[in-house]
């Protein structure tokens, strides 16, 4: 697929760095000529672009017929109702982000930003009349940095509990992530609106209403997976399983981090608790996949010697392919609709251990769609 142009690793360290802040978003296609500013206006007209990148799947009138056939049809834009909120900020974080568990790519790294607001703006006029929405009084929305709220929620998806204590985490990218805080643990990611505080509306103890549209449940929702570090120390034994909290909350640099504080003890006795750990999610695409990229970070001067953190996860997951320099594919063979996990683990010049979990999904994984990924890991 094209989404790869410069070398997947290129593309995996421009997102990285983009998700960042440390280099500058969706100015890579800056038309040549006029310098920056005023650009040539065929690369800015929405129809040729829409004729370009999007026809394709969406059909050359906005109808939804396409020559590219998929598992589930792209939407005709012609009806004018989407899932993921209509206003042109909404529309312009769609395309960009592309939807996660279905086959719409993000169009942030093959596409200026400018590219993809005219492509937004020409979404719309491709409908029919837009009707206005006016945000209710008590809703919340992320406008440039990202946003942190602690709450009581209502069950995820049906046949699971309402979260006592729950935080949402809401990105600059149209992205929410739910958490249950104790234990702390993911349990699905929403795209769309924000939240609605309901809990302001003067009776105490109301419920927050996330807005967003559930688009991956981790575990089903139910998850409740828990670390392993390894400890150097002690190679006769070195996977440890450690729960956690929530620890605190900071936002910096357009980065939400949620920090991990560990619960009981050490089971040896002897060398304490794990590095501390924290983590920040945001949307991303890899090799056309849409999905999440999950960021956790540990000091890497801990008295652990740290040298690799994974997740349990609590379904069956299989290894696809195994890289150098700690890079692995997973696959989750239970759905229907499989999810294939890319990590990565490094230690960066600074003294921080990172590891990567892109989380993909909605792609069927025949071995076209997989190559990309495959490649990725080697
Ligand atoms: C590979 C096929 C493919 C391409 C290329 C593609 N889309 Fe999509 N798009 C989809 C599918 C499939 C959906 C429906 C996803 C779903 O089930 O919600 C979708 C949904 C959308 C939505 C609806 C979101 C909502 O709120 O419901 C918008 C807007 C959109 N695409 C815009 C674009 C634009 C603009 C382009 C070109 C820059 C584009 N798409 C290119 C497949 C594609």
Redesign the pocket.
């Known amino acids: 697929m094209k989404y790869l142009a410069g070398g997947p690793w290129v593309v995996m360290a421009a997102i990285f760095a983009c998700a960042l802040g440390t280099v500058g978003c969706g100015e890579k296609t800056d038309p040549p000529g006029d310098g920056g500013g005023e650009v040539a206006e065929v690369d800015l007209d929405g129809s040729s ?2 004729q370009a ?2 026809a ?3 059909g050359v009138t906005g109808d939804g017929n ?1 020559i ?1 056939v ?1 598992d ?4 005709s ?1 012609k009806k004018g ?6 206003t042109p900020e ?2 312009f974080r ?2 960009s982000n592309g ?1 996660g568990g ?4 993000g ?1 942030k790294e093959v ?1 200026s930003e400018a590219q ?1 607001r005219i ?2 703006d ?2 719309i006029e491709l409908g029919p009349e837009p009707i206005t929405v006016q945000p209710g009084q008590s809703e919340y929305r992320v406008v440039d940095k990202p946003l942190v709220i602690r709450g009581g929620l209502p069950p995820i998806a049906d046949g699971m509990a309402p979260v006592t204590r729950g935080l949402l985490v809401g990105g600059a990218d149209g992205l929410t992530f739910e958490y249950n805080t104790k234990p702390l643990v993911l349990l699905g990611v929403r795209q ?1 609106g924000f939240v609605d505080r309901k809990d302001w509306g003067g009776r105490g103890g109301a419920e927050l209403q996330p807005l967003g549209v559930v688009s991956h449940l981790v575990d089903g929702g139910g998850s409740s997976f828990m670390w392993a570090i390894f400890v150097a120390s002690n190679t006769a034994d070195p996977w440890m399983p450690w729960m956690a909290n929530l620890g605190a909350t900071t936002v910096s640099d357009g980065i939400a981090w949620v920090e991990y504080k560990w619960t009981g003890t050490d089971v040896n006795g002897s060398a304490g608790l794990p590095p501390q750990i924290r983590e920040s999610a945001q949307a991303i695409t890899v090799a056309g996949w849409p999905g999440y990229r999950r960021t956790f970070e540990a000091p890497g001067d801990s008295a652990f010697g740290f040298m690799q953190l994974a997740q349990l996860h609590v379904s069956k997951v299989t290894v696809v392919a195994v890289g150098k320099a700690g890079r692995l594919l997973r696959r989750n063979g239970d759905d229907a609709l499989p999810t294939y996990f890319l990590e990565h683990t490094a230690t960066s010049d600074n003294n921080v251990s990172t590891l990567w979990v892109d989380t993909l999904y909605g792609l069927k994984p025949t071995e076209e769609n997989l190559r990309g990924l495959k490649e990725l890991v080697q």
């Open positions: 672009l829409y990148q999007c394709m799947c969406h396409g590219v998929m589930r049809p792209a939407r834009f109702a989407f899932s993921f909120g209509n909404a529309l769609t395309i939807i279905t086959p719409m790519p169009f596409l993809c492509l937004a020409y979404v769309g």
